[in-house]
């Protein structure tokens, strides 16, 4: 069965320095990968994700995330973090083949992310 | 244009009440998922719906648990005599889907239902 970690409860940053959220997972076969953010009284929004190609996946905001696969990795990334960037992120895998995974996405426990002015 | 919505967004129940919550998908979107998010906890997966496939049921955390999908219109997930430990924002989400091969598009989410059990 496929899992998610998010090793990290809170990540810290100051303002304009790069920021990474980890995220590792476990699944059969070639995993289709996401970021979402959860802001503060907002809903959920889709950041980016991975299904095939390059390892480096651009999304919204500035942010992205490689795809390691000898790492089963698939960390969150952004060159110069800003204060509006704190938020509750979340990593999420889905096992591509419909017979071992279904239809399930499988999110982790998310980790918090305060930028520092 | 318009997204998911949920309905109602805030829901008190007395403990041993049924309770229901509806989701309104994106229009197109065939895949529709529930989640629930407890206190500081990540998603944790209850069901999703892709057209008219056999929902996969196998996130429902007790057979207290139920939901249907009109179609590829709106669901509704219903909670029979809750619990306290029922208390969590409960998110739906849609997608296009896929017909025949594995979904794997971005997934649109509902500002939630907060459900409080006392």
């Known amino acids: 069965a496929q899992s998610v970690a998010q090793p990290e409860d809170q990540v810290n940053v100051a303002e304009g320095n790069p920021l990474t959220v980890k995220c590792t997972y476990s699944?059969?076969?070639?995993?289709?990968l996401f970021w979402y953010v959860q802001y503060p009284n907002r809903g959920l929004q889709f950041l980016l994700k991975y299904i095939t190609g390059d390892n480096l996946v651009k999304g919204s905001y500035g942010f992205e995330a490689e795809f390691n696969k000898s790492q089963t990795s698939f960390h969150l990334k952004k060159p110069s973090a800003l204060v509006s960037d704190s938020a509750l992120y979340f990593c999420?895998?889905?096992?591509?083949?419909?017979?071992?995974?279904?239809?399930?996405?499988?999110f982790g426990a998310g980790t918090r992310l305060f930028v520092k002015a | 244009g318009a997204g998911v919505s949920q309905s109602p967004s805030n829901k008190v129940t007395e403990k041993g009440k049924d309770v229901e919550l509806r989701c309104d998908p994106i229009?197109?979107?065939?895949?529709l998922y529930w989640y629930r998010q407890r206190l500081g906890q990540g998603l944790e997966f209850l069901i999703y719906?892709?057209?008219?496939?056999?929902?996969?049921k196998s996130g429902l955390p007790s057979d207290r648990f139920s939901a249907e999908r009109t179609g590829e219109s709106v669901s509704t997930l219903t909670i029979q005599r809750t619990q306290q430990e029922d208390s969590a924002v409960y998110l739906c989400?849609?997608?296009?889907?896929?017909?025949?091969?594995?979904?794997?598009?971005?997934?649109?989410f509902g500002p939630g239902t907060r459900l409080l059990v006392l």
């Open positions: 719906f892709q057209g008219n496939s056999a929902p996969d």
């Open positions: 989400a849609s997608s296009f889907g896929t017909s025949g091969g594995a979904p794997q598009e971005t997934q649109y």
């Open positions: 229009s197109g979107h065939t895949a």
């Open positions: 999420a895998v889905r096992d591509p083949y419909l017979y071992t995974g279904g239809f399930k996405t499988i």
């Open positions: 699944v059969s076969g070639n995993p289709y």
